[in-house]
């Protein structure tokens, strides 16, 4: 059974920082595309960023201040958020395909759209709040 699991949410101050965890199981010995996507109640959900061990991909909104990690070892993915401002307030969730084989191609290929549509498994949501 795949579950991701997500921590670290919270309140902050605008031009402060959070860093969000997801960690994976259930994917064990499988090739998967990890994507971070937020929303907004009456908003469609958004793409945040996809990561891609050769260069991830992010919206442009985030590009320069949120950064995409991921611990192998762990089985863990993160997303580093800097300078925040009240626009980015959201429910934020991870999530992860399985990158199709035998060809297995890159992420930035496979979810580099940032469409939440190529993804099929979900984590429960983190809130994340920014005041002004």
């Known amino acids: 059974q795949v579950q991701l699991v997500e921590s670290g949410g919270g309140s902050v101050q605008a031009g402060g920082s959070l860093r969000l965890s997801c960690e994976v199981s259930g994917l064990t010995n499988k090739k998967y595309c990890m994507g971070w996507f937020r929303q907004v109640p009456g908003k469609d959900r958004e793409g945040v960023g996809v990561f891609d061990s050769d260069g991830s991909t992010y919206r442009d909104s985030v590009k320069g201040r949120f950064t995409i990690s991921q611990d192998n070892d762990k089985n863990t993915n993160y997303l580093q958020m800097n300078n925040l401002k009240p626009e980015d307030t959201a429910m934020y969730y991870c999530?992860?395909?399985?990158?199709?084989?035998?060809?297995?191609?890159?992420?930035?290929?496979?979810?580099?759209?940032?469409?939440?549509?190529?993804?099929?498994?979900w984590g429960q949501g983190t809130q994340v709040t920014v005041s002004s």
């Open positions: 999530a992860a395909v399985v990158r199709p084989g035998p060809l297995f191609l890159k992420c930035s290929i496979v979810a580099g759209d940032l469409s939440p549509d190529v993804f099929d498994f």
